[in-house]
């Protein structure tokens, strides 16, 4: 299976040995926080600004991941609330790299809150793609 071609990853990182579980493959848990970072890039940018991990509703582990591997996270906010976001991560591992081979080893559905300066939930900004990028400064 190739890496999606269409869209650009949010977040990879390599897997190492001290990354690993007793049995030898990579811990589910250095995997679970990975995920939840990439997430919560796409919904600190859809929400220009502080968000928080409130729930996961989906996890699942369809492939061990191995050292070496070098692990893609794709992530897509696929629903705004009025403060929150839900965000779906599509994970990827290549290994044997140079060999193209390829498996999706995760996927997950997590749920983000924006915040304001007080803590406290806030609205989600409309989604005016003119006004997000780099450069812009989250709302006060």
Known sequence: MPLPRCK???LRILARP???NAAGDIFGGWLMSWTDIAGSIVAFR???GRIVTVAVKDFNFI???YVDDLVSFYAEV???GNTSLTVEVIVYAERKRGEETCEQVASACLVYVALGK???PRPVPDNDDSKSGCGN???E
Do not use: I, L, N
């Open 8 to 10: 650009e990853p949010t």
């Open 18 to 20: 001290t990354d690993t």
């Open 46 to 48: 859809r929400a220009r």
């Open 63 to 65: 492939q061990p991941v």
């Open 78 to 80: 696929t629903k705004v």
């Open 118 to 120: 007080d803590h406290c």
């Open 137 to 139: 400064s989250p709302p």
